[in-house]
């Protein structure tokens, strides 16, 4: 099964054969990558979703700027620090900011934070996830101590992209963004949602042979989840099993990428986090966020940010990766990508 070198018939050859479900073989071809790779480790990162302002209005997203039906906030630099202080003091060392577009955090309080928080905890990396910006801001924000960014791609099909988003967003300008913060030294995450709307089998090869090309950090896949208030609220989620072929194809497709088990998958299934380690994922990203504010960042419904999913039991999800056959590991855990 060499994914590597599959072209694009095969691709979508194989992805229509795991559609409904991925075979044992899939998963355990990824799973022997990752272990080869990384070991049973799987990566810990501190979520801190600092504002759910956003300019932009994609079709699928709950805090699109359309949404009247959601109760705005932005952290302060203050509370911000303290998700991160409260992040240390319970063992993390990568914090990842994010939030929609919201030009009140213009660059120089963007790099003031990045700064202070680089400053107070200097063996930690900072990963950032805030959406499209000029080559000129993500070299501000790289020369403040910013270390990675997360910007999913979302589909690689352009046409497919303008099903999903308005006319002002481009798909040409959110690739070149991903080359440009590669170029400038950044650890880049790409990745999709699977089963948005309008996806096809084929919008999926296209995903994977971009993702070839690109040779991201780190990839973002969790399943298409409706949210209430946006235009695709009446569309179908994505499915547990399509995500876990989609996961273990990445991870055969990149095998030194850093893949989370994202909190979408954990929240269409109780187990989908358990499920998606043993598809090849090995990073999860535990909630930081105040409670006011994570309640609040609704990119879609019934997302899970309690529990397990806060990062203050960050002990209780120790136990259930250890009874997943897993280890937890809290350090920076860099990519391997280079
Ligand atoms: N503004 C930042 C962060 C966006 S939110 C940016 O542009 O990158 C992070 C990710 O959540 C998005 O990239 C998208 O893939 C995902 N997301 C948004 N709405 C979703 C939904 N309804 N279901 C599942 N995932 C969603």
């Known amino acids: 099964m060499n994914v590597q070198s599959m072209n694009k018939k095969e691709l979508i050859e194989i992805i229509e054969n795991n559609k409904i479900e991925p075979s044992k073989e899939l998963l355990e071809a990824a799973k022997s990558v990752r272990d080869l790779h990384y070991g049973r480790k ?25 949404n009247k ?25 990568t914090f990842v900011l994010q939030g929609g577009e919201d030009s009140y955090f213009d660059d120089k309080i963007m790099c003031d934070i990045i700064y202070n928080i680089k400053s107070n905890y200097p063996n930690c990396a900072i990963t950032l996830s805030i ?3 000029s080559k000129e801001s993500y070299e501000e924000y790289k020369r403040a101590g910013a ?12 046409e497919h992209y303008r099903k999903l988003h308005p006319k002002e967003m481009s798909p040409e300008n959110r690739k070149k963004c991903l080359y440009t913060l590669r170029e400038l ?21 296209e995903d994977l ?16 989840i409706p949210q209430k208030d946006s235009p695709f609220a009446d569309e179908k989620g994505g499915t547990l099993n399509l995500t876990l072929t989609m996961l273990a194809l990445t991870r055969l497709m990149l095998p030194k990428v850093l893949l989370p088990a994202t909190t979408a998958l954990g929240t269409i299934d109780e187990m989908g986090r358990e499920k998606g380690f043993n598809a090849g994922a090995n990073v999860v990203m ?3 966020s105040p409670s006011g504010a994570k309640h609040n960042y609704t990119l879609y419904d019934n997302k899970i940010c309690d529990g397990d999913e806060a990062a203050e039991y ?5 136990l259930r990766i250890e009874k997943a056959g897993y280890v937890l590991d809290m350090s920076r855990g860099d990519s391997l990508v280079e």
């Open 185 to 205: 030294g950044y650890q880049v995450g790409a990745g999709i949602m699977v089963g948005s709307p309008y996806q096809t089998a084929e919008t999926l090869a």
């Open 131 to 133: 959406g499209e910006k």
């Open 209 to 224: 042979i971009f993702m070839r090309d690109l040779q991201p950090h780190m990839v973002g896949i969790g399943p298409f």
């Open 314 to 318: 960050v002990d209780n999800l120790r």
């Open 69 to 93: 039906n959601i109760c705005r906030y932005r952290l302060s630099k203050e509370e911000i620090l303290s998700c991160c202080f409260e992040g240390n003091r319970l063992g993390f060392n």
């Open 42 to 66: 799987i990566f810990a990162r501190g979520l801190i979703e600092f504002t759910n302002f956003c300019k932009n209005d994609c079709y699928y997203c709950g805090i699109r700027r359309s």
């Open 147 to 158: 270390d990675r960014y997360l910007l999913r791609h979302e589909t690689a099909d352009n």
């Open 286 to 288: 535990p909630n930081l």
